[in-house]
């Protein structure tokens, strides 16, 4: 069965212009991403899929790199691209904005999707920061007992009604709240089928594309891991990589 990682990789970006190609200890984000992912043994390819000749030039001396169209409206449909061109089986959709994302997240998430009766898999972390809990940049999952993804909610949930007034360090403590974490694999078909379902529901209300692939009646299977990742979203957290790049061992 042959697996690749899918980088998605656009430059424009409200919060942080040319993220991808943000130097970061002397190199670019998507390489970092990209070092990351080649670190996982179960990806027989790593590719990065991007609408923007400045990235397609910055990374092809270290990267497969796919142009794709410029119209896509998600990184899954510009993944899904990508796949087409491939005879991969199975298709990693990796954040570009994750420099230190463990491959053993990946391996986990990999695994899963291999699986059989697994159309497409995901990870989650325990949330452990207070102020993750109510914050709606961070998406929230509950899973059945079956540890397949019920669902996936900017609010928290669940809502433990008889501990609304706790402090939240003993709402934590009480239950096991996972993160979100936003990587995804995807069998081949049904990449295809979902970029081709249009937006749901409950996916246009909170902005969570997962949702779409729920609602359509397509099973996530979710990894638990323990991953606190650092992601990039503004120019101030380029100081808060290297910090930590600097702490490793």
């Known amino acids: 069965m042959k697996i690749i990682g899918v980088i998605p990789s656009r430059f424009g970006s409200t919060r942080f212009p040319g993220k991808p190609l943000a130097l970061i200890a002397g190199k670019p984000l998507v390489q970092w991403v990209v070092e990351q992912c080649r670190k996982a043994p179960s990806l027989c390819d790593v590719i990065v899929a991007t609408d923007d000749e400045r990235i397609f030039k910055a990374v092809a001396p270290f990267c497969e790199v796919a142009m794709t169209s410029p119209h896509h409206l998600s990184g899954t449909d510009r993944i899904e691209e990508v796949v087409k061109r491939t005879d991969a089986d199975i298709a990693i959709n990796i954040q570009g ?47 059945s007992a079956q540890g397949r993804a019920l669902y996936f909610s900017r609010r928290t949930i669940p809502y433990q009604r008889d501990m609304e007034h706790e402090p939240l360090e003993a709402q934590l403590s009480s239950f096991p709240y996972l993160k979100h974490l936003g990587i995804y694999g995807y069998k081949r078909e049904t990449l295809k089928r979902l970029v081709r379902l249009p937006v749901s529901p409950l996916e246009r209300a909170e902005k969570l594309e997962q949702l779409r692939a729920l609602e359509n009646g397509i099973s996530i299977a979710v990894a638990r891991v323990n991953h606190e990742g650092i992601g990039v979203d503004r120019p101030e957290d380029v100081a808060r990589v290297e910090k930590a790049l600097n702490q490793l061992p």
Do not use: C, F, H, R
């Not at 491959?103 to 291999?114: D, F």
């Open 97 to 143: 904005d994750e420099p230190l994302i463990d491959p053993t997240v990946i391996e986990a998430v990999a695994a899963l999707a291999s699986s059989e009766g697994v159309p497409m898999s995901t990870a989650a972390t325990p949330i452990a920061q207070p102020a993750d809990y109510e914050n709606p940049n961070i998406v929230k999952v509950v899973l």
